[in-house]
């Protein structure tokens, strides 16, 4: 990894909202930390490589969990709902691997703390779980598009 990788890794971490991120590789290990007001969740990054199309069982990737905002609810005809928006920059996936089912599909009952997606950034995937427990109105998002951070990605009735 030379400096111009950790340069970039400084960033993304210090632009993502995440407290600490630790990364071994080979022989050298890094550790960055952030101060950030009113965090209340732990997360924990682990370098993994590429998925590719068969991943032997002991090569799945290693996916880390955040928790994700809760914005104020969105005006109009959503009034009502509530929107879960992206907590990062990366990749929007709607299910833990190729092979497997979705998290959640419209109409789904969430509880707090059920992962609703996978967002990739840099090679790590972060499980996105629920702040709130209601019902899944609409999936804002294509399963493996870009995403960017605060973009909206589920519409929630908590009711």
Do not use: W
């Amino acid at each position: 990894m030379d400096l111009k990788e950790i340069q970039n890794l400084i960033k993304f971490v210090a632009n993502s909202g995440v407290a600490e991120v630790k990364l071994e590789m080979d022989d050298v290990k890094i550790t960055i930390r952030t101060t950030l007001e009113n965090t209340a969740h732990e997360v924990t990054y682990l370098q993994q490589a590429p998925a590719q199309q068969s991943i032997p069982a002991a090569a799945q990737p290693v996916i880390q969990t955040q928790e994700v905002k809760v914005a104020q609810p969105v005006a109009d005809d959503n009034a009502k709902f509530i929107t879960i928006k992206s907590p990062m920059i990366g990749t929007f996936y709607r299910k833990p691997s190729p092979d497997k089912a979705v998290f959640t599909e419209v109409g789904s009952t969430i509880q707090k703390g059920d992962v609703l997606c996978v967002i990739e950034a840099m090679k790590l995937f972060n499980e996105i779980e629920a702040e709130i427990s209601g019902k899944i109105v609409k999936i804002l998002v294509d399963d493996m598009s870009p995403v960017e951070f605060d973009q909206p990605l589920f519409l929630v009735d908590p009711s």
